[in-house]
């Protein structure tokens, strides 16, 4: 399946490091979403933007850098991160970010900061 | 209280056994439920949404008990590739976000 797409799949990188992620949706959505999952936990709420406007910053350390230049593609950008910010780094996009709506995730990028 | 609370297993039970495990949520307005699979290393899918009367998808039975605040999956003649996490997932403010659950593992054993 390809409707949700995102690259790097594996990402390792230093502290002082900056890189960005990257996500792509072919399913025509309006809202799309950054998580993290770290194991063993919940899949953690980042960010959502719709309609290319962000409607939420859940409470992220500003060395997570969202970007959203259309409807189709959503950027992650990582810099001076910490160990505990490894994790795996879901994107998802729903048609119209109605309550209803179901999700359609990313196969996620797996960070690893040393 | 966590918002979406699962026992996070794992049920470990043979090929053909049926498996059932639950779910609750903190707020009693919520509206919508659903429960997602996600396999190892894997993005979590849509399994089913769970509807207030309960709803089947083959052998894949959700309900929801709103007096307890709970919604449950049932899982009849497992087969060895429904060994997976099942997350829990709450529209919890009836907006946009998600709010999900740990996840229940399930291994399926020959």
């Known amino acids: 399946e390809t409707g949700v797409t995102q690259t790097p799949r594996h990402l390792v990188m230093g502290m002082t490091n900056k890189k960005s992620l990257k996500c792509e949706q072919h399913l025509g959505h309006n809202a799309m979403y950054w998580y993290k999952q770290s194991a063993k936990k919940p899949l953690e709420l980042m960010f959502v933007y719709n309609f290319k406007e962000q409607t939420e910053n859940n409470s992220v350390p500003s060395r997570f850098s969202p970007e959203c230049p259309n409807s189709s593609h959503l950027f992650l950008h990582l810099h001076t991160l910490q160990p505990e910010d490894s994790a795996l780094y879901l994107c998802a996009s729903s048609q119209n970010g109605g309550s209803t709506d179901t999700q359609y995730f990313g196969p996620g990028t797996r960070l690893t900061v040393l | 209280r966590k918002e979406v609370e699962q026992d996070p297993g794992p049920f470990n039970v043979p090929e053909g056994a049926t498996v059932a495990f639950n779910c609750t949520y903190s707020n009693s307005a919520s509206q919508s439920f659903f429960w997602y699979r996600q396999d190892c290393r894997k993005e979590p899918k849509l399994l089913m949404s769970?509807?207030?009367s309960g709803n089947e998808d083959g052998r894949f039975t959700a309900q929801l008990n709103r007096a307890s605040q709970y919604i449950s999956l049932l899982i009849r003649d497992s087969k060895l590739s429904d060994s997976a996490t099942y997350l829990c997932v709450v529209n919890i403010h009836n907006d946009y976000k998600l709010s999900f659950g740990a996840g229940t593992t399930v291994t399926v054993r020959a």
């Open positions: 769970v509807y207030s």
